[in-house]
């Protein structure tokens, strides 16, 4: 074996930096973090060749005083942290490497004050070799100038991605510093061109300076798509903006989480998120959310890598489970709100394809035409300017769809995912209520099943007795079933039997399977609602849109897809060039 030899101050550093600094924008964080640790008001960040070849952050914050300058280089200097509040830590910097990282892996200048201009130093570091104090005038605050990153460690940087893909990183890293810090201003510039601007809100409320925020780093439609909530539980505050269930993302780039305002990426809060969504969103889309959690310090530890992204909660089950009821308040309370990206992508199909919709007049006297003639017109506005969200029907098209007419616009409702929702929230609560009322059948279905299937049937025939489901052995292959709930008690029995054998062969464990109850309402619900396909009359599709109004979560279906689109009047109006 080779003699045992202590490392180099050198190597040390630069094996510091790899754990530290991972790329470009591994240095822009660990800057801008410093730099609303100095309480600015204003940050501004340069790069060019994606921060390969420079990274630029200035600030007005305090500052650093003259005689520290070059301490705040060293390893393991910081002025956040003293020998007893490592478990109370405020600030986003605390272990005092960043600096020295950087510095040993680049060409460094610095440029601070802590008065006026007069007072202003700067000096050099080039590969963690620290150069001469020099005067500098500059206002108060911090400039720091990181120029031909990894030079020293060219094996790193050949790891890197192209241009635009550092600087994508750069850009996301200071959006979520951004959305946590609404008081201060943010500008990015990207090769001299700026990317990001978003001035500091005014508005004292923190929900409407985050409002403000969002819009001017994602847009207004972004925003238009987010649900408020704020909900403080035993000692945690879950906050923010989440994202209409019809809203969601491909992956999970734009859930934004913050602890004590600490961006952070954690596996286990963003299951949680989406475990609060599985009622809502198919298994491969993921909701879109800016979440703030607050949490006593001494509660999470976040010294568990050296990056600072990750934290550690000392019950991690209780947060989550509080976390999950939360959102799921939250997304209650938004009722049958759904999605306006729908609708533009509707226009966008329309404009696109030149569609025509030939809708089906049905059987109704309220739709007869000389229901609209001068003296009922009246009547007509009475009624549609009432308090109904989704208007009233006109008319069904392909025996499917519904067009209602709302004070604004008109408002296209699939009636089966509707209905669908509809009667899954209610076997849910009655459900969980122990009311569901039955319906014993005139004539019991008797119903053909496999040996296995018979099995796993009468092992679990319990269970099905509380959704008032009553069944019962008929022979070694069938099953005859005497009751059901009232709510299902037109469907196809049979197809629904079959559905539920499914679920209860994939759910497997009985232990589990009360977990695992919204599966079962949402085969039952899929085989109780309207049918697509089937005629309905005004007042059943009234009905139905009264129901949704006063249904939670029924914007959606229980498989993620939405139960309407909305068209405004402008916006139909633009289709055919009136405006």
Not at 112 to 123: E, H, L, Y
Not at 179 to 193: M, Q, T, W
Not at 386 to 402: C, M, N, R, V, W
Not at 482 to 492: A, D
Request: proline share 3%.
């Amino acid at each position: 074996m080779n003699e045992i030899k202590e490392l180099s101050q050198e190597l040390i550093n630069k094996i510091s930096a790899g754990e530290v600094i991972e790329r470009p924008s591994s240095v822009v964080k660990e800057l801008v973090e410093n730099s609303i640790d100095a309480k600015s008001s204003i940050i501004d960040i340069h790069i060019r060749n994606g921060g390969k070849t420079e990274i630029r952050v200035s600030d007005n914050g305090v500052g650093i005083n003259s005689k520290d300058v070059k301490l705040a280089f060293k390893r393991h200097a910081t002025s956040k942290l003293s020998d007893h509040n490592l478990l109370k830590i405020s600030t986003l910097g605390f272990r005092g490497e960043a600096l020295s990282s950087i510095a040993s892996i680049s060409r460094m200048k610095i440029y601070t004050s802590i008065s006026d201009i007069a007072d202003g130093k700067s000096f050099e570091v080039n590969s963690g070799l620290i150069g001469e104090l020099k005067p500098s005038p500059r206002k108060i605050g911090t400039t720091i100038e990181v120029n031909e990153l990894f030079y020293s460690t060219p094996a790193r940087l050949k790891f890197l991605k192209t241009e635009n893909y550092e600087t994508l990183l750069i850009k996301q890293c200071i959006q979520k510093l951004a959305l946590s810090n609404p008081d201060i201003e943010f500008n990015f510039y990207s090769n001299e061109k700026k990317i990001i601007s978003s001035l500091a809100s005014k508005n004292l409320n923190f929900n409407k300076k985050l409002e403000h925020r969002i819009v001017s780093l994602f847009g207004s439609e972004f925003f238009k798509n987010l649900i408020w909530f704020n909900e403080k539980i035993d000692c945690y505050n879950f906050f923010g903006f989440i994202g209409l269930p019809t809203f969601h993302h491909s992956n999970s780039a734009k859930q934004f989480t913050f602890v004590n305002k600490r961006p952070i990426h954690d596996r286990y809060l963003y299951n949680s998120i989406k475990a609060a969504y599985k009622d809502f969103l198919s298994y491969d889309r993921f909701p879109q959310v800016v979440l703030f959690i607050n949490s006593p310090l001494e509660d999470v530890d976040i010294n568990v890598h050296p990056t600072k992204n990750e934290v550690r909660f000392k019950n991690m089950q209780n947060l989550r489970s509080l976390l999950i009821r939360s959102i799921k308040k939250g997304l209650e309370s938004a009722g049958h709100k759904s999605s306006t990206i729908n609708t533009l992508k509707t226009l966008d199909t329309i404009n696109k394809n030149n569609l025509n919709f030939m809708t089906k007049k049905v059987d109704d006297p309220f739709l007869s035409n000389n229901y609209f003639n001068k003296e009922n017109s009246t009547n007509l506005t009475e009624e549609i300017c009432q308090d109904y969200p989704l208007g009233l029907a006109k008319s069904q098209f392909h025996e499917t769809y519904i067009i209602s007419q709302t004070k604004n616009g008109i408002v296209i409702i699939d009636q089966h995912a509707a209905h669908e929702r509809i009667v899954y929230e209610k076997l849910k609560k009655n459900y969980n209520q122990n009311n569901l009322e039955t319906q014993i059948l005139l004539i019991p279905e008797i119903i053909e099943v496999i040996s296995e299937e018979l099995d796993i049937l009468l092992n679990h025939r319990d269970f099905l007795a509380r959704y008032s489901l009553l069944i019962e052995k008929f022979s070694n292959e069938s099953i005859i079933v005497r009751e059901v709930p009232l709510i299902l008690i037109n469907c196809n029995i049979s197809l629904l039997m079959k559905d539920i054998i499914s679920d209860l062969i994939e759910i497997g464990d009985s232990q589990i399977l009360e977990t695992n109850i919204n599966k079962i309402c949402s085969s039952m619900a899929c085989h109780g609602s309207i049918r697509a396909g089937r005629q309905m009359y005004q007042d059943e599709m009234n009905k139905l849109l009264r129901e949704m109004e006063s249904t939670p979560y029924s914007g959606q279906c229980n498989h993620g897809r939405p139960t309407y689109i909305e068209l405004n009047l402008n916006q139909i109006e633009s289709l055919f060039g009136r405006k």
